[in-house]
């Protein structure tokens, strides 16, 4: 069986282990549930209903994501990922681990922005809900719109990041023909 092992163990991963793939897979779903909702946002005429409630779930998927990728990070500190393939070219290895680095920085920037938009405004954030967070800082309406414009901004990077990612690991499977994305998929391992 797959399985998360901490440093230092002598046995060699080989690949994700089932923690780190069950994070992966739900932050890619709540990625497209997030983006999906935040573009919907715009679409709803302000004061309406269908905005509020946009809002509502959007956000509540963001602070989620936000959460998991705190967990995962700590995860990934303390159980480091399988070694790749050998022979792998090493700048593709170095492009790789670019490109995790900055899909993790940029799945923090997404969030936090968006809540730092919402708490200098003033408004508390409810997670579906169930429970608000308050606004943890003082009201900066001129913050509020920096962090506004960094979170509408920043989703072109973080396509751009997604879509490399998703390319590379595509041209692994089917042109590579190799196991790079049967070490993260679900109930697979790599022979
Ligand atoms: C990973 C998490 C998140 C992602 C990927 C994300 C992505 C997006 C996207 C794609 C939009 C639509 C932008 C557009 O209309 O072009 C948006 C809008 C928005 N998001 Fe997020 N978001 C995330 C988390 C959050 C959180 C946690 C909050 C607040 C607590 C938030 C608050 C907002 C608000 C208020 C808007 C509407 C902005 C406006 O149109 O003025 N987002 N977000
Ligand atoms: C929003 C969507 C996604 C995000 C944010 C994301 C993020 C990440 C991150 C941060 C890692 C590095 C894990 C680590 O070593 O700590 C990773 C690994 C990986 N992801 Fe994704 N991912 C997404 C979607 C996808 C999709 C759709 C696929 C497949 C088509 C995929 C395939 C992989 C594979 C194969 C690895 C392991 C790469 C390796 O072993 O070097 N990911 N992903």
């Given at each position: 069986?797959?399985?998360d092992?901490?440093?230092?163990d002598p046995v060699e ?13 739900a ?7 997030t983006?999906?909702l ?11 209903e269908s905005?509020?409630t ?6 509540s ?12 990070i700590g995860?990934r500190l303390t159980h480091p990922?399988?070694?790749?393939p050998?022979g ?5 290895a170095?492009?790789?681990y ?7 920085l940029?799945f923090?920037?997404?969030p936090?922005?968006?809540?730092i938009g919402?708490a200098?405004a ?5 997670v579906?809900g169930?429970f608000?967070?308050?606004p943890?800082?003082?009201?900066d309406?001129?913050?509020s ?9 920043v989703q072109?990077?973080?396509?751009a990041?997604?879509?490399v990612?998703?390319a590379?690991?595509l ?10 994305l049967?070490?993260?998929?679900p109930?697979?391992?790599?022979g």
């Open positions: 069986m797959p399985s092992r901490a440093p230092g991963i080989e690949c994700y282990g089932p923690v780190a793939r069950a994070v992966h897979w932050v890619a779903a709540l990625a497209v549930i983006v999906s935040g573009w919907a946002i715009p679409e709803a005429p302000r004061g309406t905005r509020e946009l809002l509502l779930l959007h956000r998927a963001g602070l989620l994501i936000l959460g998991l990728m705190v967990f995962r995860w990922a399988p070694r790749l050998a792998f070219p090493r700048i593709e170095a492009a790789a670019a490109d995790h680095v900055l899909l993790y940029l923090l920037v997404m936090l922005s968006g809540y919402a200098a003033g408004h508390s954030v409810s579906f169930l608000a967070i308050p943890l800082l003082p009201v309406p001129r913050l719109q920096v962090a506004i414009a960094v979170h509408l901004a072109f990077l973080v396509y990041l997604v879509a990612h998703v590379a690991a041209m692994h499977r089917f042109v590579r023909r190799n196991r790079v049967d070490r993260m998929l109930l697979r391992r790599p």
